[in-house]
C-alpha cells in the first residue's frame, strides 16, 4: 500500500512538471529528447536593436534562429545564460561591443553599438607621432584628461603633447612630441688620426671623407657604416695588404642544393644568367691568383632540405668535422644556425674586404645579433607577385588589361577593386551552373595579396631593425579592407587555397592568382601548359605588380623584399696541410673577390646592356608586351624602391605566410569572420612579437 501511495506522488509530481513547462513555453524536452543536431544559429535581426541608448537597449523579445541538419528551423527566445558574464557588463556600457551567444555548443556573434546620451562627455584621444592610438577616455566638460605613460620613440626624447588637456572644453586628438636626438661620428685612420668629425641627427648618414692613403696599403673602405646612423660612432679605415696570399691547392667546397647547382656553378651546363662569362672568368683568375680551386657540390643524401640539413650544419660544427667552406641556405635560418653555433662571424672581414658589394637590404636579412653572417651579390628584384590568365581576360571584353593600367599609372587599391568586380560580372556569364566551376577574378592566398598591397604602399608590416609589428597601420587597414570589398561583391574564390593549390586558378577558372615569381612555368606550380595541356604556347602569364594606396603615384610604388638564398662559412672545417696562410679568412677573400670581380667584368663587358638584359629576364616570367613593360620598370627600380620585409617571402625569419594560424588571420578577416583587422590578429599579436624579437634581437 505505502508503495502504490509513494508512485502516485511521483506521477503528480511528473504531471505538475510537465504541465508548467507546457505554460511556460519551454522546449526543455524538445531539447533534451530530439533527436535533431543542430546545425547552426543565428538572431533574428527583427527581433533586435542593434544601435540604441545604453538604458533602453534589452534582450527582452529577442529571438535565436536554431536551423537543424535537416534544414528545418525554430526560434528561441534568448536567455541571459547564452551570453557570458563578460558581454553582458559590456551590454550596459556605452561603446561598440562584439557579442557572443552560444547555444548546445554553436555560437554566433551580433555588434551592438550603444550611446550614454546622458553622460556621453568629450572624446579625448591620446596618439603618438605616427597616429597610432595610445589611449582614450570620455571627459566631462571643464575636467581634465589623464595622459598615458610618457611614450618612448627610437632616436628621440619625448617632449610632451602638443596642446593642453587639464580643462577639456570639446573633443580632443593630443599627439605626442619628440626632439630627435644628435650623435657625433668621427672617421678615424690606422694610425688613430682624426680624418672628419661631424654632429648629425638620429637616423641622418654621415658624410666621410676622401679614401686615405696608405703606404703599401690599399685603401678598401670603412670598418662599419655610417649610413643611418642611431648612435655615437668611430669609423676605422680599413687597408688590404698589396701583397697576395698562397692557398697551395686547396679546394673551396661550396654545398647547395642538387637542383640548384645550375644556379651557382658558371660551368655547369644549366647556369643560363647573363653574367655566365664573367663569372666564369673571375673564378678562373681567383683560382689562378690564389693557387686554389672552386668546387660547387650537392650537399649529401642525408642532409635533405630542411630540418635535416640545417640539424646536419649544427651537428659538424659540433663535432668539428665541417667538409665544406661554404653552405648555401635561406638566410631566415641563419638565426637557428648561429644558436646552433655553427656559423663564422663575418662582419670584420666583410668591412674588411668587402668594399660594399652586399646589398643593404640582404646586409639587414643575413645579420643576428648584430653580427653579418651572409655573404651574396644578389639584387634586390620581384619575389611575391600576382599574375593574370591572359587568356581568360581575352574572353571577358574588357577594355584595358591590369598590365596596361598600371603602366599609364592608375594601378591603385580602387582601381583593383573595381576592375575585379567588373571581370567577376563578366566572369559570372561564363558560369556553367556548376558550383565547383563557377569562375573567379581573385584567387589565391589573401595574405599574400594584403603583404603586396601593404609593401606598394611603403609600409613595414615587420620591421626587423626596430624590431617591431605594425599590422595595423592606415595602409594595410585599407588593403585588407579592398580585399574585403572584393569577397563581399562575390569577386573572391572562397576557398582558402595557397600556391600549387589553388584549384580555380589551375583549372582556368579564375582570373587573378597569388605567388611567387618562381612559379612561373615550374613544373610543380604554375606549369608551361597549364591551362592547355600539351600545348605550351597557349598557355600565357600576364604579370602586374600589386596594387598602391589611391593617394601615391606610380613613382611612388615600392617594393618589399623578403630574404634571399645566400653562402655562410661554417664552423669545424680542417685546413691544416695548405700552409700558414689557408685560412677561413683568406678563403672568405677568395670568394668575395669572386664576386666583385664577377660584377666587374660583366658590367664592363663589350655588348653589356643593362636594359636589354632586364628586357630579356621580363620575358622569361610574363608573356604579354604591357606586362614586360610593368615587370622591367618595377625590376629596374628594386634597388631604390625596395626595403626589407620578411613576409614577402612565404617561409621567412617569423611565421609563414601561407600556411599558419597568422595567414588563417588574415583571410577570416577578409571572409568577413570578424569585424575588424585588430579582432582577427587579436590573440596572435603577442606570438608573432615574441618571434620578431627572437628572429631579430
Known amino acids: 500500500m505505502k508503495k502504490e501511495v509513494n508512485m502516485k506522488k511521483i506521477s503528480f509530481l511528473l504531471m505538475t512538471f510537465v504541465l508548467v513547462l507546457m505554460l511556460t513555453g519551454c522546449n526543455l524536452l524538445t531539447d533534451i529528447f530530439s533527436t535533431k543536431n543542430v546545425a547552426s544559429i543565428q538572431i533574428d535581426p527583427a527581433t533586435i536593436d542593434t544601435e540604441a541608448e545604453v538604458s533602453e537597449f534589452s534582450l527582452v523579445g529577442v529571438h535565436l534562429i536554431i536551423t537543424y541538419d535537416d534544414d528545418s528551423t525554430e526560434f528561441k527566445l534568448l536567455t541571459q545564460d547564452m551570453i557570458s558574464s563578460v558581454d553582458l557588463v559590456k551590454l550596459g556600457q556605452a561603446g561598440t561591443h562584439e557579442i557572443t551567444i552560444s547555444y548546445l555548443g554553436h555560437t554566433t556573434r551580433i555588434t551592438v553599438t550603444l550611446t550614454d546620451l546622458l553622460n556621453s562627455g568629450f572624446f579625448v584621444q591620446f596618439v603618438d607621432f605616427d597616429g597610432a592610438l595610445m589611449k582614450t577616455q570620455t571627459v566631462q566638460e571643464g575636467e581634465a584628461a589623464i595622459p598615458p605613460s610618457n611614450p618612448t620613440r627610437n632616436g628621440y626624447t619625448f617632449t610632451g603633447w602638443d596642446k593642453p588637456y587639464s580643462f577639456i572644453t570639446e573633443e580632443q586628438i593630443i599627439t605626442a612630441t619628440y626632439e630627435i636626438m644628435t650623435y657625433t661620428v668621427k672617421f678615424i685612420d690606422y694610425d688613430g688620426t682624426i680624418l672628419h668629425e661631424e654632429t648629425i641627427n638620429y637616423g641622418a648618414s654621415a658624410t ?74 673571375a673564378w678562373e683568375w681567383v683560382e689562378d691568383t690564389y693557387n686554389c680551386h672552386i668546387e660547387v657540390a650537392p650537399y649529401p643524401s642525408n642532409a635533405e632540405f630542411g630540418a635535416l640539413r640545417w640539424q646536419y650544419i649544427i651537428n659538424n660544427a659540433y663535432n668539428n668535422q665541417t667538409d665544406y667552406d661554404f653552405y648555401g641556405v635561406p638566410d ?39 653580427k653579418l653572417y ?123 587555397q595557397v600556391d600549387a593549390g589553388v584549384v580555380s586558378w589551375n583549372n582556368g577558372r579564375a582570373l587573378f592568382s597569388s605567388g611567387f615569381k618562381w612559379f612561373v612555368n615550374s613544373s610543380t606550380r604554375w606549369k608551361e601548359d597549364l591551362w592547355t595541356p600539351g600545348n605550351s604556347g597557349t598557355t600565357r602569364y ?80 610574363t608573356e604579354s608586351l604591357d606586362s614586360v613593360s610593368a615587370f622591367t620598370y618595377i625590376s629596374k627600380r628594386a634597388s631604390d624602391i625596395g626595403f626589407f620585409e620578411p613576409l ?31 579582432d582577427a590578429l587579436f590573440d596572435l599579436n603577442y606570438a608573432i612579437i615574441t618571434e620578431i624579437r627572437l628572429a631579430f634581437e
Not at 679605415?237 to 691547392?249: I, T
Not at 637557428?336 to 674588411?352: C, F, K, P, R, S
Request: one cysteine or more; proline letters at 4%.
Open 374 to 496: 651572409s655573404i651574396t651579390s644578389d639584387e634586390p628584384s620581384i619575389n611575391n607577385v600576382m599574375y593574370y590568365n591572359i587568356g581568360l581576360l581575352s574572353r571577358l571584353g574588357l577594355e584595358k588589361t591590369p598590365a596596361q593600367i598600371f603602366n599609364e599609372g592608375n594601378w591603385t587599391y580602387s582601381t583593383f577593386k573595381e576592375y575585379s568586380i567588373a571581370a567577376q560580372t563578366a566572369l559570372d556569364g561564363l558560369w556553367d551552373a556548376s558550383p565547383t566551376r563557377k569562375y573567379y577574378a581573385v584567387a589565391g592566398c589573401s595574405t599574400y595579396y594584403w603583404v603586396g598591397m601593404t609593401s606598394a604602399g611603403g609600409e613595414k608590416i615587420i620591421d626587423a631593425s626596430n624590431r617591431a609589428f605594425h599590422p595595423l597601420t592606415s595602409t594595410s587597414l585599407d588593403a585588407a579592407l579592398t580585399l574585403r570589398q572584393i569577397y563581399e561583391a562575390g569577386a573572391m574564390d572562397p576557398n582558402k
Open 332 to 370: 631566415s635560418q641563419i638565426r637557428q644556425l648561429v644558436i646552433g653555433g655553427a656559423l663564422i662571424n663575418v662582419e670584420d672581414w666583410y668591412n674588411q674586404y668587402g668594399n660594399d658589394f652586399m646589398n643593404d637590404i640582404y646586409i639587414e636579412s643575413g645579420t643576428f645579433r648584430g
Open 208 to 281: 666621410a671623407p676622401s679614401a686615405p692613403t696608405r703606404d703599401g696599403y690599399t685603401f678598401i673602405n670603412w670598418d662599419k657604416t655610417y649610413l643611418l646612423v642611431t648612435q655615437n660612432l668611430e669609423v676605422h679605415a680599413v687597408y688590404q695588404s698589396n701583397e697576395l696570399f698562397n692557398l697551395n691547392g686547396y679546394t673551396i667546397k661550396i654545398a647547395v642544393s642538387g637542383s640548384d647547382l645550375g644556379q651557382h656553378d658558371p660551368f655547369h651546363q644549366n647556369y643560363n644568367y647573363f653574367n655566365r662569362d664573367a663569372k666564369r672568368k
Open 648 to 678: 614577402t617571402e612565404a617561409n621567412n625569419h617569423v611565421v609563414n605566410t601561407g600556411y599558419s594560424s597568422f595567414s588563417t588571420a588574415i583571410n577570416d578577416y577578409v571572409m568577413g569572420h570578424y569585424a575588424s583587422l585588430s
Open 542 to 621: 600576364g604579370y602586374v605588380p600589386f596594387p598602391r594606396p589611391d593617394e601615391l603615384t606610380k613613382d611612388e610604388q615600392r617594393l618589399g623584399v623578403g630574404g634571399t638564398n645566400t653562402w655562410v662559412m661554417p664552423i669545424g672545417r680542417d685546413y691544416s696541410g695548405y700552409g700558414p696562410q689557408c685560412t677561413a679568412e683568406n678563403i672568405y677573400r677568395v670568394v668575395v673577390k669572386a664576386m666583385q670581380l664577377t660584377d666587374e667584368y660583366h658590367v664592363n663587358s663589350i655588348g653589356y646592356d643593362k636594359d636589354q638584359e632586364l628586357q630579356a629576364y621580363a620575358e622569361k616570367y
